[in-house]
């Protein structure tokens, strides 16, 4: 049996952070396929016995369920030195950053992504303007950040690239959001966490739903 | 001089956090006013300077400048010892619900409010109704923690309790959305908060642009 469990499903870019994290780290995990897309994290008994939150990724290990992708890839840094900056000032410059993908970078794209690709109807053309438009100041922020970086924080890959990566690497049809077109520093960044031994994409990771984008 | 400055304004609920607990901590701070509604965290002065990110709160302290609410709680809290939790477990639950609060339950609200009482145009009533579920969503879960919890980690406040309730003492009027009367325990925490010694509202801590209401 596997070290590490990871609840998780293939169209979630935050089950992905940690699966990619896992891999990079060498560390042995299963996934076990949270169905998302019928509603098993709204369900009572996802609530009470796995996240409160109602949300994926968990991990799970030796016992212990962890929540927040965050949280999670901090952990496994702690736990392995892997991925965790060289001290203190690049410790805080990580979360730093983790904060922001969390509020501005990953959750706007990924709520534009889900409504284009997965929603239960067609997306409202004013939501997904107000959505763009945050997405466009977020992805403009970090484009800059990389212009004059390798990589988010130092000179090095930390837990910050794979935060922030982790809806990055889905197809562009899903979301209709091209990216790496309009981001060139971001494009080149994202070369380099693609280099590094273990990246797989996601949907080679995590069992997927297969759901086919509908808008 | 103050050890601390506080780069923020009273209309930012990110800002208050932070207030909140230098005043919770006993420190000596002293607060700079950005002045967000003409502009100056779009300046190139304000990211080159202060914060690339462009963003609200900063704090200054020892010639670094920290950004991020969640970043800088966490900073004071290893700093002073205080509301910090008691151990590892208890530190990692506190991140989780601050990384919540930034993806859900701040930030949702936070933009509903400023497009009700602060945007420069009426807000569009498709945005508003997609926040509003979100909101209901996150606060739903907040709310139903608490019934078994006095506060948000453990039987003690800590930053988890001060990022969340950032938002939720500014007057009802400016949202429209009267949490306290749709959510009882989170009301009732709330209380809580506001029964310790050193807390004020948002506007006697933090001066504000004094914007009233628009819509």
Avoid at 72 to 101: C, P, Q, V
Avoid at 174 to 188: H, L, Q, W
């Amino acid at each position: 049996m596997a070290e590490f469990k990871l609840y998780g499903f293939g169209e979630s870019g935050n089950s992905y952070k940690v699966a990619l994290m896992l891999n990079l780290c060498g560390l042995e995990w299963e996934p076990i396929f949270v169905d998302f897309f019928n509603g098993e994290t709204r369900s009572a008994a996802y609530r009470s016995d796995v996240n409160e939150m109602g949300e994926a990724p968990v991990l799970e290990h030796k016992g212990v369920k962890l929540s927040q992708s965050g949280v999670i890839l901090d952990y496994l840094a702690s736990l392995t030195g892997k991925f965790s900056g060289n001290n203190a000032d690049e410790r805080r410059e990580i979360l730093r950053w983790m904060f922001f993908d969390n509020h501005k970078f990953t959750s706007y794209f990924a709520s534009y992504r889900f409504a284009k690709a997965f929603g239960p109807s067609a997306p409202d053309p004013a939501v997904m303007a107000w959505l763009k438009g945050r997405i466009d100041a977020a992805y403009g922020i970090v484009d800059k950040h990389l212009a004059a970086s390798q990589f988010i924080v130092g000179s090095k890959p930390t837990i910050a690239d794979f935060s922030l990566c982790g809806y990055l690497f889905y197809p562009v049809e899903e979301s209709g959001y091209d990216t790496a077109a309009r981001f060139t520093n971001i494009a080149a960044w994202l070369q380099r966490v693609r280099a590094l031994p273990g990246w797989a994409p996601p949907y080679e990771m995590l069992p997927g739903a297969q759901i086919a984008p509908k808008w």
